[in-house]
């Protein structure tokens, strides 16, 4: 008999997927795909997989700094540009703030807090 997942790791997941999707859907493949490995890692109830997604919000060049256009080779119009900046904020934003407070839990609970 397999554990049911938590209902808020598989929401992070879920949340990440959305993200991936988004972006994909765009064509950034970078981010697309270091997000969408994140999710699978996570499904599989694996910490490094919430770890290895915080990780993408530090320093220069991190998914903070994406902003999907033309000129940074994205397939969207012009006037697509605020709103799916938008919803990519809206999705990192919910995302990390999930992903935040299970990390905090989850090291919480190895630790003994």
């Known amino acids: 008999m397999t554990k049911a ?24 493949q970078h981010w697309g795909s270091w997000l969408a490995k994140d999710a699978a890692t996570i499904r599989n109830l694996d910490l490094r997989g919430v770890e290895h ?8 060049g991190s ?16 006037e697509q540009v605020d709103t799916a900046n938008n919803k990519l ?6 995302a990390t703030a999930l992903a935040r407070k299970l990390y905090a839990e989850e090291v919480g609970i190895k630790h003994g807090a």
């Open 5 to 28: 997942m938590h209902p808020d790791i598989a929401e992070l997941a879920n949340r990440i997927d959305a993200t991936a999707t988004l972006l994909y859907s765009f064509g950034e």
């Open 53 to 60: 997604f915080l990780g993408a919000f530090g320093g220069m």
């Open 63 to 78: 998914i903070n700094d994406l902003v999907i256009c033309q000129l940074n080779g994205h397939k969207i119009a012009e």
């Open 89 to 94: 904020r809206s999705l990192l934003s919910e």
